[in-house]
């Protein structure tokens, strides 16, 4: 009678657990995607205006958590990479060396299975033509188009006020320092900014610093992180990579001048990096010292985890887990082939 009893009670829960997956499996994806071939991911593409192309890579509905919160991250592409290259594949022979610097697909998938705090929704975005800067060149009211581009974006993301990072890599930056310029105000779903070697605009006389620090100072939880690296006298064929008054190490230090007017910065060397970090950690800028004076500004995002690091700090992963330049953490997490862009889209 007792065996009996318990197998009464593995078949109902055998049962129930049939059914329950048998409901995961039929749960439909979001309007609009299409179910990964590799992870258990849902992914559509859209076309924004003007000339705007995003792919969102989203959990299965089956992952999504509803009680939880969700956090949408908008990556702008850097200069000359589209966003499949940016997302990431396996390298293999005759393939673009481009899919195999930044992976922020596979380093946002770490991330994922480290945090079971949120929902991640990630976003790559791209102009046409490859170029951030010259996009924005081109559209003198850009920083009202980029609002409304995101605003496009989050109502293709069936989830209730989802927290926004603003993440940016090179040329990428110039779509962040757009979406500055729309306002006196950042807006309070916006929590965490990332500059990887893309801070080259940073001004006072767009009001930058103010806009920051005040945002900074209405919630601890918001944050602002910036990579770069010492790009003073780096050489390519010859000549010097950037300009006597830019690049991102002297921006990064127009950034630490303003910031030391309102707050004091804690200095520590972590690594190869000098790292300066205000407002309890709220803001960090890391500058690489690159004493062999070597071409960094993809090494940064990819090789050293950069993007995994800065999305990760100040957050229990990233208290629980050291990153920054160590030997790739994301292996696994790389898809083998390249993200298809639909054949629709093929002109954009």
């Known amino acids: 009678m007792r065996h009996r009893f318990t197998y009464l009670i593995l078949f109902v829960v055998l049962s129930c657990t049939s059914v329950l997956t048998a409901a995961d499996a039929t749960m439909p994806r979001w309007p609009g995607f299409e179910k990964s071939p590799w992870f258990e991911e849902q992914i559509s593409y859209l076309q924004l205006e ?20 969700s956090r949408v991250i908008l990556f702008t592409t850097p200069n000359g990479s589209t966003i ?16 195999d610097i930044q992976h922020i ?15 991640l929704i990630l976003v790559c975005l791209e102009a046409r033509g ?5 996009w924005r060149a081109s559209h003198p009211d850009n920083p009202k188009l980029i609002r ?12 209730k006020k989802p927290q926004i990072t603003l993440a940016c890599h090179s040329g990428g930056g110039s ?21 990887m070697d893309a801070n080259y605009s940073f001004s006072e006389a767009y009001g930058h610093g103010k806009k920051f620090l005040n945002w900074l100072k209405g919630d601890q939880k918001r944050t ?8 003073r006298n780096v050489l390519f064929r010859g000549k010097k990579v950037v300009s006597p008054t830019g690049g991102t190490f002297r921006a990064t230090n127009r950034m630490l001048d303003r910031f030391r007017q309102d707050l004091k910065f804690t200095e520590n060397r972590q690594g190869e990096f000098d790292t300066y970090s205000g407002l309890e950690g709220q803001i960090r ?18 090789e050293m985890n950069g993007y995994l690091y800065a999305v990760t700090v100040e957050t229990p992963a990233g208290a629980k887990f050291s990153f920054l330049n160590t030997p790739r953490v994301y292996t696994k997490w790389i898809q083998p082939e390249p993200f298809e862009q639909p054949e629709r889209e093929h002109k954009n």
């Open 50 to 69: 003007p000339k705007i192309r995003a792919i969102i890579v989203a959990p299965q509905p089956q992952r999504i958590m509803p009680e939880k919160p």
């Open 130 to 134: 490859l170029s951030w800067p010259r």
């Open 148 to 159: 409304k581009v995101i605003a496009e974006i989050l109502n293709a993301i069936p989830l």
């Open 84 to 99: 499949e290259q940016t997302s990431g594949c396996q390298q293999k022979e005759g393939r673009d060396w481009h899919y």
């Open 105 to 119: 697909g596979a380093q946002h998938r770490k991330w994922q299975s480290l945090n079971q705090r949120e929902n």
């Open 224 to 231: 602002l992180v910036v990579l770069a690296y010492d790009d």
């Open 285 to 302: 800028l890391l500058v690489h010292t690159n004493d062999k004076n070597q071409i960094l500004h993809t090494r940064l995002v990819g």
């Open 175 to 195: 779509f962040l320092w757009g979406f500055l310029n729309g306002s006196e105000t950042i807006p309070e779903q916006v929590d965490r900014f990332v500059f």
